[in-house]
């Protein structure tokens, strides 16, 4: 059974950075591609940034030079570093191994 939780979530103000982490079990993680989505009120659920096996990255346009994610296979985590937040990133965010299993989400306010 794969499982995927999230952490790093809260409230910051604008301009201001958090980092996530999503822990991966039971799944050979190191194969796999890893990608971070998040979910507005109101708003369907939109891709953010994208990391290979190989350690390729993907980016959405709006989060280009601000958010960084990366991998760490024997951790069998992966991390978005968000830096230069806007009130527009606020969301709820979750990760997915593969596009096909999903943490359970984890809320990040941005405040103006």
């Known amino acids: 059974q794969v499982q995927l939780v999230e ?3 809260g409230l910051v103000q ?3 950075s958090l980092i996530l982490s999503c822990a991966a079990s039971g799944s050979d993680f190191s194969i796999n591609f890893m990608g971070w989505y ?3 009120p109101g708003k369907q659920r939109e891709f953010v940034a994208a990391i ?3 350690g390729s ?3 959405a346009d709006s989060v280009r030079g601000r958010f960084t994610i990366s991998r ?3 951790k069998k985590t992966v991390y ?4 230069s937040l806007k009130p527009e990133d606020t969301a709820v965010y979750y990760c997915s191994l593969a596009n096909y299993y999903w943490g359970q989400g984890t809320q ?3 405040s103006s």
């Open 72 to 74: 760490d296979n024997a």
């Open 80 to 83: 978005l570093q968000m830096n």
């Open 52 to 54: 290979t096996s190989g």
């Open 7 to 9: 952490s790093g979530g």
């Open 14 to 16: 604008a301009g201001g």
């Open 38 to 40: 998040r979910q507005a």
């Open 108 to 110: 990040v306010t941005v």
């Open 57 to 59: 990255t993907n980016y």
